[in-house]
């Protein structure tokens, strides 16, 4: 399967940045395989716990990988491209939603980033449009700050 920038560029149009959502959709997951393996090493450890600590951490391990797969299902679904035209971003597979706004056509791009995601680089980017357009936001997407200069240094 291709991209979805792939199937739509224009004749003449490049892609100038490509980013996805950030790995921070995998946290969930991660979490639940650390208490699926912390449950199974201590079920190993303290033989009596087996008995409640296995079936357990096969119960998280089935979440775990639900998690694991939303995740990468997400990522693996979302696109966000800058192009020397436009801003495309799409999201979902089967229920495709789809933004584009031309590069002429935008007022601003704003960025929101908390502790964690400066310190992971990821954070939600609105782009204002000109006009009564009212902003498309872009969440946890990974390195938020360099798809703004890929935005504005047209």
């Not at 560029?9 to 639940?32: D, R």
């Not at 908390?114 to 000109?130: E, H, Q, T």
């Amino acid at each position: 399967m291709g991209r979805y920038i792939d199937e739509i560029l224009q004749p003449g149009e490049k892609v100038l940045y490509s980013t996805n959502a950030h790995w921070i959709f995998y946290l969930p997951a991660i979490l639940a395989w650390v208490v699926v393996l912390a449950l199974a090493a201590a079920s190993v450890a303290v033989p009596p716990m087996a008995v409640l600590g296995l079936p357990a951490a096969a119960v998280i391990a089935v979440v775990a990988l639900y998690f694991t797969i939303k995740g990468w299902f997400h990522r693996f679904t979302t696109e966000t491209d800058v192009t020397d035209r436009r801003v495309v971003h799409k999201t979902g597979f089967i229920n495709r939603h789809t933004f584009e706004i031309a590069l002429d056509k935008i007022a601003s791009v704003e960025v929101d980033q908390s502790i964690p995601g400066r310190l992971l680089n990821y954070g939600n980017v609105s782009i204002v449009g000109m006009g009564e357009v009212p902003p498309q936001v872009i969440k946890t997407i990974a390195s938020p700050l360099a798809f703004r200069s890929a935005i504005t240094a047209h």
